[in-house]
């Protein structure tokens, strides 16, 4: 059974910054692809960004670009978001997936297994 399990949401005032973490258990982690999506309330799920089993390819929405980190560990099934330079545009719920392919994708349909999702709220 897949399990991805979100974590490290939160409120934060404008500029700040907050690291979210998703822990994979039930696959083989190394060998996929990770994204990051999230969804603000009356909008459609919206990509972050996403990185490759190795950890060497990371892609960006252009909005996060300059601001968003996404890494893993994969010896602990772990990728992680840090979002620095927060404004509230960013607020949304903040979903990890992942891919049972290697090549990671914008695309929503192109992922397997979702968190429930962490909410980020970044006030002005």
């Known amino acids: 059974q897949v399990q991805l399990v979100e974590s490290g949401g939160g409120l934060v005032q404008a500029g700040g910054s907050l690291r979210l973490s998703c822990a994979a258990s039930?696959?083989?982690?190394?060998?996929?692809?990770m994204g990051w999506f999230r969804q603000a309330p009356g909008k459609e799920r919206e990509f972050v960004a996403s990185i490759n089993w190795t950890g060497t390819r990371t892609y960006y929405v252009d909005s996060v670009k300059g601001r968003f980190t996404v890494s893993r560990d994969n010896a602990k099934n772990t990728v992680y978001l840090q979002m620095d330079s927060l404004k509230p545009e960013d607020t949304a719920v903040y979903f990890c997936?992942?891919?049972?392919?290697?090549?990671?994708?914008?695309?929503?349909?192109?992922?397997?297994?979702w968190g429930q999702g962490t909410q980020v709220t970044v006030s002005s």
């Open positions: 039930g696959l083989t982690f190394k060998v996929n692809a």
């Open positions: 997936a992942t891919s049972l392919g290697a090549v990671p994708s914008s695309d929503p349909g192109r992922y397997d297994y």
